[in-house]
């Protein structure tokens, strides 16, 4: 590895919007995100699973035909 043309490699805070600190290894200074492994609604199973169906669903829905 070449010294002069490598980024620098500090330890660096990522800070989520949920107020979750985490310390990881960047060539960034800190970092600030939205969503995080503590809030994404992936993780923490709050995901949504709706099935709005399709065009003959809605169909049905609007005109109240079952």
């Known amino acids: 590895m070449k010294k002069d043309i490598q980024p620098e490699y500090n330890t ?7 107020g979750n600190v985490l ?3 960047s ?3 800190d970092l600030k995100v939205d969503v995080c ?3 994404h609604p992936y993780w923490t199973g709050n995901l ?3 099935t709005t169906g399709g065009r003959a ?3 049905k829905k609007k005109y109240g035909i079952s």
Not at 12 to 18: E, F, G
């Open 12 to 18: 660096t805070t990522i800070t989520c919007a949920c």
């Open 23 to 25: 310390e990881v290894g």
């Open 27 to 29: 060539t960034k200074k």
């Open 37 to 39: 492994s503590k809030c």
């Open 48 to 50: 949504r699973k709706d």
């Open 57 to 59: 669903d809605k169909f």
